[in-house]
């Protein structure tokens, strides 16, 4: 059943990708909330992304849990064409799969870097690259791929997965220039701190700080996210491409001196 509070996005069919994690999952959700079919990926985490497409199916929405390496270039694409053959049609992409490790840089090895870069850019750009063609044949579509604030903001020990998410920031921008001509349209969203089940346990004081510099006043979750997905993959947001949204509560805009 389509949420009164989302449009209605019947009839798309949307790959997420990472969606057995947790705010993949909350995206995954919220597209089926909205009445769209739902391929939900997933690599390491296959029984959830199978749990998740169950779930997804009991409340009578159109699911089905693919798996791929999203580093391995030719599972990328078998992705995409696998999605496609299961519904007939593939109309959006979200790029949610990433990793977010903690290492300073002056330890961090290349081989650490790469493992970042390889998950959280390339990825994105080999699934968006398979993807354009068949949104094209469909008449169009929608790539989003999931940034962090950290694409502007950097953050101790984070080197490696800030310069992804500004890396893939810039791709989204370069790809909504060439694709744009096909009717494809590829946006960013930005999250700010997303809660988790025992985050303010782990990390009391940075949840505080969050709460304190945050104009909202609160963590963000991964519904939050969905609904800024799900936005941008509607008619709502048909001239809307090159973008980067940021989902923070407004903690980009607290000062910083």
């Known amino acids: 059943m389509t949420r009164s509070d989302l449009p209605d996005l019947t009839g ?10 947790g705010i993949g999952s909350a995206v995954a959700r919220r597209f089926a909330d909205a009445g769209a079919a739902v391929v939900v990926h997933g690599h390491h985490g296959r029984e959830q992304a199978e749990r998740l497409a169950a779930e997804l199916t ?28 299961w519904s007939g049609r ?14 300073q840089l002056a330890e961090m090895t290349t081989a650490e870097w790469r493992q970042v870069v390889d998950t959280n850019l390339a990825g994105a750009f080999t699934c968006t690259q398979a993807a354009v063609p ?13 940034a962090s604030i950290e694409g502007s903001h950097p953050a101790f020990q984070h080197a490696h997965y800030c310069a992804s998410k ?3 920031i810039m791709h989204a921008r370069s790809a909504a220039l060439e694709y744009g001509p096909l009717g494809v349209r590829v946006n960013t969203v930005s999250p700010g701190l997303i809660d988790r089940p025992g985050l303010d346990g ?9 709460k304190q510099a945050a104009p909202l006043g609160r963590l ?8 800024a997905c799900v936005f941008l993959a509607s008619g709502l947001a048909s001239w809307i491409t090159g973008h980067d949204l940021v989902v923070d509560g407004g903690v980009s805009s607290a000062p910083t001196w």
């Open 166 to 168: 500004a890396a893939l």
């Open 12 to 21: 798309q069919t949307v790959l997420v990708t990472g969606a057995s994690g």
């Open 202 to 210: 782990e990390w009391p004081e940075g949840v505080r700080r969050w």
């Open 90 to 103: 593939l109309t959006g992409l979200v790029n949610c799969a990433g990793v977010q490790p903690v290492r």
């Open 134 to 146: 068949v949104l094209a044949a469909h008449g169009g579509g929608s790539v989003t791929h999931i």
């Open 220 to 227: 963000g979750t991964g519904q939050d996210v969905g609904n």
């Open 58 to 85: 009991a409340r009578e929405c159109r699911a089905v849990a693919l798996t791929a390496d999203l580093t391995d270039e030719a599972a990328c694409r078998r992705l995409v064409a696998d999605s496609a053959a």
